[in-house]
């Protein structure tokens, strides 16, 4: 039988998983589009490969936190 911790770390870790491509993609663009306004020109494949990693790093923060908060609020605090 599963108990209570084990389930709550697989939820966790799944919906922190499954959130962090979209989010990657969804900061990048954002990113892009407000460099790119802001420099009022079409970024270099570098200044692209380097806002990438940083959405990437930010998402990293990001879903891990809202999937805790988030499967907290559905299925419970962690016992």
Do not use: H
């Amino acid at each position: 039988m599963i108990d209570g911790t084990t389930y709550f770390l697989f939820w966790f870790l799944l919906v922190a998983v499954l959130l962090y491509f979209p989010v990657t993609q969804w900061i990048w663009v954002l990113s892009v589009r407000r460099l790119q306004r802001k420099m009022e020109r079409e970024l270099s494949e570098e200044e692209l490969a380097g806002q990438k990693q940083r959405a990437r790093v930010i998402a990293a923060v990001i879903c891990p936190v809202f999937s805790f908060f988030f499967n907290s609020a559905t299925l419970g605090a962690l016992s």
